[in-house]
């Protein structure tokens, strides 16, 4: 069981195909829903109609905004600030401090402290050193071993129903040859709530590709996201399926707009 969305030029609107397509299910949820992104970094500002749209949405609602969730994978203004590998020091030692709860040290929140604080006997790993690395040298042949974990079995699983890390597993692909050569990235979700959490999900994850591909000197390549469970999420007293319905007619009012003109 699978539901393709076609595919788009970009995240926004990749979302709201997306968005669209699972919302129509029975249930208004689905599994494995796929999603192929042709450039994930085009159009990811506030400039976007649609992106202004959702993160209105969500910012009147007291709702974590799109830059918010893009931020806990990729935060991008930190590493335009301080480049790399500075930027990461910076995470550590200024950013885990303020987000991580007290006496709460599995689970900060950001997907990024566990790309680069991958646990290994001795000092951590950090992943997207590793990989731009294996990247950038020409003695390895292989194109498609660069892959990347998110979600650790020991820390969690456990008995809590809620709660804890969605996205699971990412993998880059070199595609193409010679001066055509890009480099691609695939994500998988555990579960994936659209309304909340996909914008920002997807506009982290294309910034997340952008760095590798900067740092390792190769264009970039589009985004597939798979979700094996995809959902379109409300919650009680801030959003319900009618106010879901008026912002996917206000997008595609918005997007309207934006070709015609």
Known sequence: ???????????????????????????????????????????????????????????????????????????????????SPAFFTRFTDNVLPKVRSPGKKSWSGYYFERMMHLPQPGEPLNQLTEIIGRLKDPAVRALNKFELSVFDPLRDVDGSPYGGQCLSFASFKLIGDGDDRRLALTAMYRNHYYIEKLLGNLIGLGRLQQFVAEESGIAIGPLTILSTHATIDVKNGKWN??????????????????VAA
Not at 241 to 258: N, P, W
Request: proline share 8%; aromatic share 4%; charged share 25%.
């Open 241 to 258: 399926r009618g106010d879901i319905a008026a912002l996917l007619e206000a997008c595609d009012q918005a997007k309207a707009l934006a």
């Open 1 to 83: 069981m699978s539901l393709p969305v076609p595919p788009q030029p970009d995240c926004a609107s990749a979302w709201l195909e997306a968005v669209r397509l699972v919302n129509a299910r029975p249930g208004h949820h689905e599994h494995n829903v796929l999603i192929d992104i042709a450039d994930p970094v085009a159009r990811t500002d506030l400039s976007e109609p649609v992106i202004a749209l959702v993160d209105a949405f969500l910012r009147d609602r007291d709702t974590k905004r799109i830059e918010t969730v893009a931020n806990t994978i990729f935060p991008a203004s930190l590493y335009r600030r301080y480049g």
